[in-house]
């Protein structure tokens, strides 16, 4: 397979402070590509290495089977869109998405046609003779993103560039990135710290912490067999209920005594002889109420304490295991905070992790 992006054994320390280590990660021609964490995780900073404005202390790049480890941003062949729009106030939109451009020489037949071509994928025609201060936040990040456009390049690199806008503005422009990358096929690497954004854009998802990919994957797979304890509460909202105890053959006995069958499980590779300390891992929507709970392995009667409407479905908490846990519903099945409920849910759909080494079983 042809890699687009190759990342070999990559370092980057600022002083005694190693911020990536070792980092391997090969992004195959017109692939998706998210990097998600919480701040400090080393994202942005493998993004940066990627455009070259931070030099690595260790390691290699390689775009389109190219050494560009010590290359200048500009001979990359990158486009890359940041948080911020960073556009040239005095300019017009189209002087904006041309600039780059004049500099480099090009002829201005050429450069006319690109900036056309860029402001009609963005549909940002009518807003060409425009300066930024005319725009909304929205029009402006699309002007970032036509800006990377006009440089046909093979690699687009996005460093958070939905965060700055409102989340009605999140939601449109992630459909229009969506639909840029269905249509250019270029490969994308995209940096964010929300999750919606990673799980609907990816192909694949790597999840960092501490300048260390945790997991790399696609949504699927991230979401419904989390390799950690660390993916498996990141990921998710609200966050994926854990209860801690035993395993031991095929019951899995919570700290207080609750005894929950785990025989329809898939472990990994295969299940831990003798007794194991371990953490039960459910989604929300994962657990059922009522009569959906009758015919799980395991249920139980529980006292609902909150009730959420969310419009089309009802989040509740309550204990199981004595364990505060949350659960998911649909807005029609009535609940009230004091209401009993029978509980339940099917381990085959959830999660078991080593507690020590926090790995999945």
């Not at 290359?71 to 890359?80: A, L, N, S, T």
């Not at 005319?134 to 036509?146: E, H, K, T, Y």
């Amino acid at each position: 397979m042809q890699h687009s992006v190759s990342i070999r054994d990559l370092s980057l320390n600022f002083g005694n402070v190693k911020v990536l280590e070792h980092l391997n990660l090969d992004i195959a021609q017109g692939e998706f590509i998210v990097l998600l964490g919480p701040s400090g995780c080393g994202k942005s900073t493998l993004l940066n290495c990627i455009a070259g404005l931070l030099d690595v202390s260790d390691g290699q790049i390689f775009i389109s089977g190219k050494n560009v480890t010590w290359e200048e941003p500009k001979d990359r062949g990158i486009g890359m869109v940041f948080q911020s729009y960073a556009l040239y106030p005095q300019m017009t939109v189209e002087k904006n998405l041309s600039f780059g451009l004049r500099v480099a020489g090009m002829p201005k037949a050429e450069i006319d046609q690109r900036v056309q071509r860029a402001a009609e994928i963005l549909q940002i025609q009518p807003l060409l003779q425009r300066k930024p201060a005319n725009l909304s936040g929205g029009q402006r990040q699309r002007v970032a993103i036509g800006r990377a456009l006009v440089r046909d390049v093979d690699v687009f690199l996005f460093d958070e560039p939905l965060s700055n806008l409102d989340a009605k503005l999140r939601s449109d422009l992630r459909v229009e990135i969506k639909r840029l990358h269905q249509r250019l096929k270029n490969t994308m690497i995209y940096v964010t710290h929300d999750q919606i954004e990673a799980l609907t854009l990816a192909d694949r998802i790597a999840i960092m912490k501490n300048g260390v990919i945790q997991q790399l994957a696609d949504p699927h797979t991230i979401y419904n067999k989390p390799t950690n304890l660390y993916v498996a509460g990141f990921i998710g909202s609200p966050s994926m209920n854990f209860i801690t105890g035993t395993l031991d053959g095929a019951n899995f006995t919570a700290n207080d005594g609750t005894v929950i069958p785990v025989g329809a499980y898939q472990f990994v590779s295969s299940a831990p002889t003798g007794s194991t300390k371990a953490v039960l891992g459910v989604r929300p929507e994962h657990i059922f109420i009522g009569d959906e709970a009758q015919g799980m392995p395991y249920k139980a009667t529980a006292e609902i304490e909150i009730v959420e409407p969310m419009g089309s479905e009802t989040l509740a908490w309550t204990k199981v295991a004595g364990i505060p846990v949350t659960f998911r519903c649909s807005s029609d099945i009535p609940l009230a905070a004091g209401d009993t409920v029978t509980v339940g849910f099917d381990i085959a759909r959830g999660s078991l992790f080593d507690a020590g080494t926090e790995n999945r079983l």
